[in-house]
């Protein structure tokens, strides 16, 4: 069992820059990928950016040179940051682990809005 707390998300004028945490607790060890995902209203939830096995990432392209995540193992945290925002930024956004080496991610957090004006 893992648990995921997100933290961070807000209002921003566009243009500004927010940063989301996200903290793993329980079975860490199990975790193969981790990172962030995205939900807009009235749209599928998409992969933002996350760690691949190895320290590589699989990012968005329409977040590549703008989000950075970075992580801090001592702390089991996963950081989003998050620059240049744009209103179609607009979104909750959620932390995810995989744990079951299937393709899936099966632990999620409760999510974080963030929420970008124009």
């Known amino acids: 069992q893992v648990t995921l707390v997100e933290s961070g998300g807000g209002t921003v004028q566009s243009g500004g820059s927010l940063r989301l945490s996200c903290a793993a607790s329980?079975?860490?060890?199990?975790?193969?990928?981790m990172g962030w995902f995205r939900q807009a209203p009235g749209k599928q939830r998409e992969l933002v950016v996350v760690?691949?096995?190895?320290?590589?990432?699989n990012t968005l392209n329409s977040v590549k040179g703008r989000f950075t995540i970075s992580r801090d193992n001592a702390k089991n945290t996963v950081y989003l940051q998050m620059n240049s925002l744009r209103p179609d930024d607009t979104a909750v956004y959620y932390c995810?682990?995989?744990?079951?080496?299937?393709?899936?991610?099966?632990?999620w957090g409760q999510g974080t809005q963030v929420t970008v004006s124009s």
């Open positions: 995810a682990t995989d744990t079951l080496l299937d393709g899936s991610y099966n632990y």
């Open positions: 760690f691949l096995p190895g320290g590589s990432t």
């Open positions: 329980g079975n860490v060890f199990e975790i193969y990928r």
